[in-house]
């Protein structure tokens, strides 16, 4: 008889292989080709997750499919035409080698971890990647996010996608997630380090602009975290740098509609910094832990020209964490941190089996 069950079915565990710990690390998400229906299937599949869109699906689905896509993918497509590498979206790229770094990182601290990519919109899907892990003989999998700040528009998302394949599953993997690391002091530093080793090539700034990916301002009306978590980011990150006040700013980038978003927004805030005659400035994004769209683009090209139209003299744009050594490692520690004290379950062994059958045939199991 044919079943209506969602569950289908699965092979079992095969007997004797070791249980394997991966790590999931997971990144937002990029079109497969800088071409408008490349980016149309991405956009669309981002755009229709209500954790990014907080309107009911009967009013944004018509606006989105008869208005935003056919407006916006030829256009963004123009804009990751003028990133994209050899090698495909920076983004993916980056993302892919901080997965094989982590990999490595954890393997030569005796951890027997595999660490795969995954993307929440488009390619490799998280779906496709647990599938992967579950083939491989994943038991034990920790989620870890490439977003340092909690937001429900990005984590959250992350774990709903997870829990929609857990919801498929038959036998599932035990399950971890990483929430948050926006104070964690590898991070901090690492993001020091990076900031410093650009001022020891070309010289300190006038003022430093850290630029955070931005949400509706509703958003943190409603109790999202993310405002602030990016804030006491700032401020470790300004403290480990030995900035005063005055010489740094927290931005917000990459605003989406019309409503209002979280302020500062970043172009009109370095545009006012020419103007009162703030010769050179550098823009950090230590929100984005891979240089993407928003950065390479939108800071590296489009803030870059305002500034510069503005009167500014010199502009910095400083890269992302991306494969540095000390952003690595702290994405170790913290991976290590979450993976501590998960028992790693050996096979039992023949005889062990024998001694518990015996020892249930006592206790009046039947043969
Ligand atoms: C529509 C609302 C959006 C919310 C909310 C949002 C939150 C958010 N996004 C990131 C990280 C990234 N966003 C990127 C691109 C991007 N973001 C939005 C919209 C929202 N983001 C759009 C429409 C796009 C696509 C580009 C465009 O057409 O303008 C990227 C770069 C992706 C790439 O391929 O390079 C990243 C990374 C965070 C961290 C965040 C909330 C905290
Ligand atoms: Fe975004
Ligand atoms: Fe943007």
């Known amino acids: 008889m044919r079943s209506s069950s969602p569950f289908a079915a699965e092979p079992p565990l095969p007997h004797g292989r070791p249980s394997l710990t991966a790590v999931l690390y997971c990144n937002l998400g990029t079109p497969d080709e800088p071409t408008a229906a490349a980016v149309r299937q991405y956009l669309a599949e981002f755009l229709s997750d209500p954790r990014v869109v907080e309107i009911p699906a009967v009013v944004w689905q018509p606006l989105l499919r008869g208005a935003i896509l056919p407006l916006r993918s030829a256009k963004s497509a123009a804009k990751y035409a003028s990133i994209w590498t050899a090698e495909g979206s920076p983004l993916k790229v980056w993302t892919e080698k901080q997965a094989r770094l982590l990999q490595g990182w954890l393997g030569e601290r005796g951890h027997r971890v595999i660490?795969?990519?995954a993307m929440r919109?488009?390619?490799?899907?998280?779906?496709?990647?647990?599938?992967?892990l579950k083939a491989e003989g994943?038991?034990?999998i920790l989620v870890l996010p490439a977003y340092p700040q909690y937001s429900g528009t990005t984590t959250a998302s992350i774990v709903d996608a997870v829990a929609a394949w857990s919801q498929r599953q038959r036998?599932?993997?035990?399950?971890?997630?990483v929430n948050r690391y926006h104070d964690q002091h590898g991070y901090i530093k690492a993001l020091a380090a990076r900031i410093g080793r650009h001022w020891l090539d070309h010289g300190r700034p006038d003022h430093l602009v850290m630029s955070f990916h931005g949400v509706p301002e509703r958003t943190r009306d409603l109790g999202d975290p993310y405002f602030c978590e990016c804030q006491k980011t700032a401020r470790l990150l300004a403290g480990q740098l030995g900035l005063l006040p005055e010489h740094y700013s927290v931005t917000f980038q990459s605003r989406f509609g019309k409503a209002k978003w979280l302020e500062p927004y970043t172009e009109p805030s370095v545009r006012a910094l020419a103007q009162r005659g703030v010769g050179r400035v550098d823009v950090v994004c230590p929100g984005f832990t891979a240089d993407?769209?928003?950065?390479?683009?939108?800071?590296?090209q489009e803030v870059r020209d305002a500034f510069l139209g503005a009167g500014g003299k010199e502009f910095h744009y400083i890269p992302c964490l991306n494969d540095d050594g000390p952003w690595i490692a702290a994405l170790g520690a913290l991976a290590e941190q979450h993976l501590a004290?998960?028992?790693?379950?050996?096979?039992?062994?023949?005889?062990?089996l024998a001694a518990t059958r015996e020892r249930a045939l006592a206790m009046g199991a039947k043969q």
């Open 121 to 132: 919109y488009g390619n490799p899907s998280i779906a496709s990647q647990l599938d992967a």
């Open 292 to 300: 993407c769209l928003e950065t390479l683009e939108e800071i590296g």
């Open 138 to 140: 994943a038991t034990r």
């Open 171 to 177: 036998s599932l993997p035990e399950l971890r997630f």
């Open 341 to 352: 004290g998960w028992p790693t379950q050996e096979p039992a062994k023949p005889d062990a």
């Open 115 to 117: 660490v795969r990519p």
